[in-house]
């Protein structure tokens, strides 16, 4: 009897992911899709820029929150719809918070992670409160209403990404505490939390460590399940002469314990490269927070923000990237 291969993505089938075939020849386990970017800066009336945005299946299409800069040099967040995962159609207003808690400054909104945990979908992003940035966080079920929550850390905390599931029944995040500035520093963190509001168990999961990860690391998209371990792409910057460059990589965290790092990438994964990447309001940033993944065939979308001015994606099959992973880890 022929056995079906299990899949290795714990998590739903996707049949309509964005795909493109590795180029022949490519040596490397993530590739470019060849239309990048995906998303023009000027997608939308008043927007100087739009780039570092999260991305789900929502209904028979996707849905993202995006990054919008505008010609104030404001950044906020907007909805945006796609049948395919390609063409973006997003909304001109940014979003507004339904019942927002009272007293509850919100200065800035920007680099947004969406995540769906039980029935709710969860958006959190670096929310200014008092001029200093911390985790913000809501959630919605239609993306048309959503419901504003207490801010998930004390500042200074950026790239605040929650987990897709509970971990021995709490909610779980992974965050990267920094300074008000361009932080000369960080590392990724662990916390959980019975109720998305009081935090604790907080661990450190992993640190800098040499070349394209020297200066600082971030989670990016919401870790995703795999039967190896969850799978977190992050960036990790190294500071050269013109500034930072911004690249990312791949770790597999335990299931269980995900402070505890199974693997984790020496070289990056995709750097700074293509014009849209290394062109733009600042140069050499590819800074990635959307990921779609297809259980069946283990395809992976991932969504980056390139040179913080457009949206561009890149493509992987999940076999493939975690035994990179594995034969190149630290
Ligand atoms: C980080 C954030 C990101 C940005 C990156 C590179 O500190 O501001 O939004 O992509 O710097 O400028």
Redesign the pocket.
């Known amino acids: 009897m022929k056995r079906m291969k299990t899949s290795t993505i714990i998590g739903p089938a996707l049949a309509n992911i964005p795909w493109e075939e590795k180029p022949s020849g490519y040596r490397y386990p993530v590739w470019r899709y060849s239309q990048n970017p995906i998303v023009p800066r000027d997608a939308i009336p008043l927007a100087n820029s739009i780039f ?1 945005s999260a991305v789900v299946p929502f209904g028979k299409g996707f849905v993202g929150v995006f990054r919008v800069d505008d010609i104030h040099r404001v950044c906020g967040l907007h909805t945006g719809w796609s049948q395919d995962g390609i063409h973006w159609d997003i909304d001109h207003k940014p979003i507004r918070f339904s019942k927002a808690i009272k007293d509850l400054p919100y200065e800035y909104a ?2 947004p992670r969406v995540v769906k945990v039980g029935d709710r979908y969860y958006v959190t992003w670096c929310n200014g409160i008092h001029g200093d940035p911390t985790i913000g966080c809501a959630w919605t079920k239609d993306f048309r209403t959503y419901y504003a929550m207490e801010n998930l850390t004390l500042p200074c905390n ?1 790239n605040g990404v929650l987990f897709p599931r509970k971990i021995d029944g709490k909610f779980a995040m992974l965050s990267r505490p920094s300074d008000i500035g ?2 000369p520093f960080g590392n990724i963190f662990y916390s959980e939390s019975p109720d998305l509001t009081h935090w604790g168990k907080n661990r450190f999961v992993m640190g800098t460590t040499g070349g394209w990860q020297r200066t600082k690391i971030g989670p990016g998209p919401a870790p995703l399940e795999t039967k190896e371990g969850w799978l977190l792409f992050y960036h990790g910057v190294v500071t050269m002469c013109n500034g ?1 460059t ?1 690249s990312f990589g791949a770790a597999i965290l335990d299931r269980d314990e995900p402070w505890r790092v199974l693997y984790r990438t020496r070289p990056y994964l995709i750097n700074p490269r293509e014009p849209y990447e290394c062109l733009g309001d ?1 140069s050499n ?1 590819c ?1 990635p927070v959307g990921l779609l993944a297809d259980s069946r065939t283990g395809r992976l979308a991932i969504y980056y ?1 390139a040179a ?1 001015t457009v949206i561009a994606v890149a493509f992987a099959q999940v076999d493939e990237l975690i035994a990179y992973i594995k034969a190149n880890s630290i």
Request: no cysteine; hydrophobic share 30%.
């Open positions: 570092n920007y680099d950026r361009h932080t930072m911004y600042v940033v800074f923000g913080d």
